[in-house]
């Protein structure tokens, strides 16, 4: 696994560059590609039996624009019927968990990396005959290598998120700020500034103890160290880290601080609906833990502002060359229970790989391709993932980490932190507790 986990951070940077260089022989690329999506072994469509495909994913945002992608794909097989479950990413996991309880997994959906991949492959197929295929239609090597877990190959790639904070640039402009904060010291300031001339700065959901202070935020500060992952691994064995004395994780229990302090008062019965109205609807300047995945919502909500929102980085330190974007694959798996596997496992080829899938992605939903053969322009991808485009040509990003955490820990994770956000521990006490989650996971292996 530590293999698929360093090839899954340096493919950030390969995705990027690849996703940057949109040019006018995408458009035959893809055309031929697409060909290659179709001549996947035997089919229903081969033999004219109609079917039923159930398809789960954890990206709510697709809702509003999911019926044209099935439109897409059955026009394509007119023998199968596509039925979507679009799920929330803080529900997803345990939606999931409850379906195979009940012997009812769909087809194909969404498993996250690393830990969650070591939890869920016996019940996922090995779709190693997809290797081929999908590096003919534009994946990279680096992503997928990133699928194989025990020489298997279960994830087949689709699109990349970035995600830290968004920020409203007419609000900073009018304070004077025309780029946004790159250290934590620079934060502090635009807050000060903010707040001076009357303008709420941040706007938080830390109601959202799983998806936030755990998914997101929770390893932020391993995410930046020079080896996160070995640091990760170096945790789950149970080697003292000091924790309680680490400057990352201190910088993290600032950036909270400096958060709550200048933020909404009731942030910690704000789920990330109510919060992210209130950001698009130009309460506060700032929201934290948003991402390229809200550009659908501001279409939706206010579309004027698709020409002033900027995502970037948490800017946890004040070494501003450490500071990094968190970055996540989003993939697709197909269920080992599937009744048409082959089916299954063209449906998700074309997912990755077509022209028809990729130019959704990118004109429907405002997310970046990893595909390189997708004509993934500034334009086509959006404001919000041509950022993230950007930070991770500059080597801005970093993968997160969050898969990478086993669940006995992240169960606990946002536990502690609501603790302290709700004053009923000091900083020392959390951090302790943090370090704790470790060690006594280690203690039980």
């Not at 360093?6 to 035959?28: D, E, P, R």
């Not at 869920?120 to 990279?140: M, Q, R, S, Y």
């Not at 992503?143 to 025990?150: M, P, R, T």
């Not at 500071?323 to 089916?343: A, F, G, R």
Request: proline residues 4%; hydrophobic residues 35%; aromatic residues 8%.
């Amino acid at each position: 696994m530590k293999k698929a986990i360093s090839l899954l951070m340096a493919g950030g940077m390969m995705m990027s560059l690849a996703a940057c260089g949109g040019s006018a022989a995408a458009s035959s690329d893809n055309a031929a590609n697409t060909t290659t999506s179709t001549e996947t072994a035997s089919t229903a469509a081969d033999s004219g039996e109609k079917i039923t495909l159930h398809c789960m994913m954890s990206l709510g945002q697709w809702a509003d624009h999911i019926d044209e992608l099935t439109a897409a794909y059955e026009a394509e097989h007119p023998n199968v019927t596509l039925e979507w479950e679009l799920t929330s990413s803080s529900t997803g996991s345990d939606l999931l968990k409850s379906k195979l309880a009940a012997d009812e997994l769909p087809d194909v959906f969404d498993v996250n990396y690393g830990e969650s991949t070591v939890q869920w492959a016996p019940h996922l197929l090995n779709v190693d005959d997809l290797v081929e295929p999908l590096k003919e239609g534009g994946i990279p090597d680096s992503a997928i290598d990133a699928g194989y877990y025990e020489d298997e190959f279960y994830h087949v790639p689709l699109t990349t998120e970035g995600y830290g904070i968004l920020y409203n640039m007419n609000y900073l402009n009018q304070v004077g700020w025309t780029t946004t904060p790159t250290t934590f010291d620079e934060l502090t300031k635009l807050c000060e500034d903010l707040e001076a001339a009357g303008i709420q700065p941040f706007v938080n959901h830390y109601k959202e103890d799983k998806l936030t202070l755990t998914y997101h935020y929770g390893m932020v500060p391993a995410m930046i160290k020079d080896e996160p992952f070995q640091y990760v691994e170096d945790l789950k064995a149970g080697k003292d880290m000091d924790i309680v004395n680490d400057p990352d994780w201190n910088s993290m229990v600032d950036f909270y601080d400096l958060t709550m302090k200048y933020g909404n008062a009731d942030a910690l019965t704000t789920d990330k609906q109510t919060a992210r109205n209130d950001f698009f609807t130009e309460k506060a300047a700032m929201i934290t833990d948003e991402g390229s995945w809200e550009l659908s919502n501001i279409r939706n909500i206010n579309p004027a502002m698709e020409d002033y929102v900027v995502q970037s980085y948490v800017p946890l330190t004040n070494d501003a060359s450490r500071n990094k974007l968190s970055t996540d694959l989003i993939n697709i798996c197909v269920s080992k229970t599937s009744k048409h596997p082959e089916e299954a496992k063209e449906l998700v080829l074309w997912m990755a790989t077509s022209e028809a899938a990729t130019n959704w992605y990118m004109d429907k939903t405002g997310s970046l391709p990893v595909c390189t053969k997708a004509d993934a322009t500034d334009e086509r991808v959006g404001c919000l993932s041509a950022q993230v485009s950007k930070l991770m040509a500059e080597g801005k990003s970093a993968t997160s980490l969050q898969a990478y955490v086993p669940e006995t820990v992240r169960t606990g994770i946002g536990e502690v932190w609501s603790l302290y956000l709700a004053g009923e521990i000091d900083r020392t006490e959390l951090l302790k507790r943090f370090a704790a989650l470790w060690t006594d996971y280690a203690a039980n292996q």
